[in-house]
């Protein structure tokens, strides 16, 4: 692939007829304090469990978590700056909630794709967050790439 398709990816995304099944993708991210206060605060979702050490310290997790939608937030941003990049439509999710993460914690999502839908120009994908070895959650999302004019 040429420099110049690389770019025009990176800035446009993938159009439909690009799409492979077993292309995969992923960003990683550590989360922070900062990260949990600014997801509470959009969501508003102050859940203790997220918020107030001693509640969390007295919980099977024994301290503080992060919210799951927070890992599951960086799916999103694979899809929407990687596979298929900008432009899509991010149609549906599933989410299987396995491990909790914490401050720190390095965050890696992972989309890859499983199957295309050429008819309504959709595409399904699984959907991994890991930290570590550890997969924190799953799922599969379905996504519509619009053509381009």
Request: hydrophobic letters at 45%; proline letters at 5%.
């Amino acid at each position: 692939m040429s420099a110049e398709t690389r770019n025009f990816q990176e800035m446009y995304g993938y159009n439909f007829e690009e799409l492979m099944e077993g292309m995969t993708a992923a960003v990683s991210r550590t989360v922070s304090e900062a990260d949990i206060l600014m997801f509470a605060g959009v969501s508003g979702d102050t859940n203790p469990v997220h918020m107030d050490a001693e509640f969390a310290a007295s919980t099977m997790f024994g301290g503080r978590i992060a919210h799951g939608m927070l890992s599951a937030a960086f799916i999103s941003t694979v899809f929407g700056t990687r596979l298929p990049g900008p432009g899509c439509i991010y149609l549906s999710q599933t989410l299987k909630f396995k491990a909790p993460v914490k401050v720190g914690d390095t965050v890696v999502a992972r989309v890859t794709l499983t199957s295309l839908k050429p008819e309504k120009r959709r595409a399904v994908f699984a959907t991994v967050c890991s930290v570590g070895a550890t997969e924190v959650l799953s799922g599969e999302a379905e996504i519509f790439l619009p053509p381009r004019g």
